[in-house]
């Protein structure tokens, strides 16, 4: 899953690094992912994933590293199965 969330997070995180290069616990607003682009990060997620964030879970803790993410998404992936 997490090369899955790393793909999305290239594809919508704004980052300024290489995502293939961060390290999963990096902090990707440290990499230069905006508030704006973590919303579009939030809608690509659930999209893949067939999932709707919380508005509880819709916090800078949520999106701010690769793991992070990936717990996010396995726990409402699990959720809705």
Do not use: C, H, Q, W
């Not at 300024?16 to 704006?36: C, E, H, K, W």
């Amino acid at each position: 899953m997490i090369e899955k969330v790393r793909d999305i997070v290239a594809l919508y995180g704004g980052v300024s690094i290489d995502v293939a290069s961060l390290d999963d616990a990096a902090d990707l607003y440290a990499a230069g992912m905006t508030s704006f682009a973590s919303v579009n990060l939030m809608l690509g997620l659930e999209e893949a994933f067939s999932i709707e964030f919380p508005d509880v879970m819709l916090t800078r803790k949520t999106f701010g590293s690769l793991a992070a993410i990936a717990e996010a998404v396995a726990k409402l992936s699990s959720n809705t199965a």
